[in-house]
């Protein structure tokens, strides 16, 4: 028997404790975090992920420096918070995609077509889904789910397992970056707007100059037309912009998690 192992049964209590206050904390990727939160993935497989992560965790990040493995309810909802705003913080990237593809759908004259999305289980547009689906392409091709286990890791020396803080701070700047995934949804969606504004500007001047043409018959099939176009030329550049917002959004999630010294 090693060191290492005599310790762990001397003191199985503080590990058990550190164990429940790790599982606490990855709670928040399996519920909202994109691809970890997927419908698509068996509850029995989250669970399976969570606890292998955390039979993993618990030795390394109970004897870190500052940790305090025990349970109590600030300790709890520390570890919740800190779930809790990495979830959140990751999740604004797929609604910045859903806000995006609704207003792109007015163009397109999808406004009423609507798809039951499995992983949220509501009705979502047509374009939502379709730009959703590329943003999980672009977080898997480019690693990026690995990125935000690292993070998760790396979270434990941050702030060590029980010294979490939750703090009033930490929502009121979530809510900020709430209210900015409507101007990215407008970023990604504006080449689209400005096509189809265009095409609806140029039939109606010449629908001025000849009211014999029908402008409402020729304006819907040269407005899809234009808008699909600019949208497959602008897809070149979405997966660049799709791993910027999801490594700034993490980044920033990361600097809001603080230890309760630092709130003090």
């Known amino acids: ?22 599982l606490i904390r990855l709670s928040g990727l399996m519920v909202f975090a994109p691809i970890f ?27 870190l420096p500052g940790a305090r493995p025990v349970l109590d309810f600030s300790a709890v909802l520390g ?24 207003v792109m759908g007015f163009e397109f004259s999808f406004s009423l077509v609507s798809l039951l999305d499995p992983n949220t289980m509501i009705e979502t547009p047509v374009l939502g889904q379709m730009l959703g689906w590329l943003g999980i ?12 286990i690292m993070a998760v890791m790396r979270s434990f020396s941050v702030v060590p397992v029980g010294q979490a803080a939750f703090q009033g701070q930490t929502g009121v700047a979530l809510s900020g ?6 101007l990215a949804g407008l970023q990604l969606a504006a080449p689209v707007l400005a096509a189809a504004l265009t095409v609806e500007v140029t039939v109606a ?26 949208l497959i030329a602008s897809l070149a550049v979405w997966p660049g912009w799709i791993e910027r917002h999801f490594t700034a959004l993490l980044d920033t999630a990361s600097r809001l998690i603080v230890p309760a010294h630092a709130v003090l």
């Open 177 to 182: 970056m709430a209210s900015g995934l409507f």
């Open 205 to 230: 001047l010449i629908g001025r100059l000849s009211p014999q043409l029908p402008v409402l018959v020729v304006s819907i099939p040269l407005k899809a037309i234009a808008s699909y176009v600019v």
């Open 137 to 148: 392409l672009v977080i898997l091709g480019a690693g990026l789910h690995r990125t935000v």
């Open 79 to 102: 570890e919740l918070g800190v779930g809790l705003t990495l979830g959140l913080a990751l999740t604004m990237l797929n609604e910045a995609l859903n806000f995006a593809g609704t």
């Open 37 to 63: 939160s997927s419908g698509a993935i068996t509850a029995q497989a989250k669970a399976g992920l969570v606890l292998a992560m955390t039979i993993l965790l618990a030795p390394v990040v109970a004897v």
């Open 1 to 22: 028997m090693t060191s290492a192992t005599g310790d762990i049964i001397n003191d199985w209590p503080g590990y058990l404790s550190a164990g429940v206050l790790v």
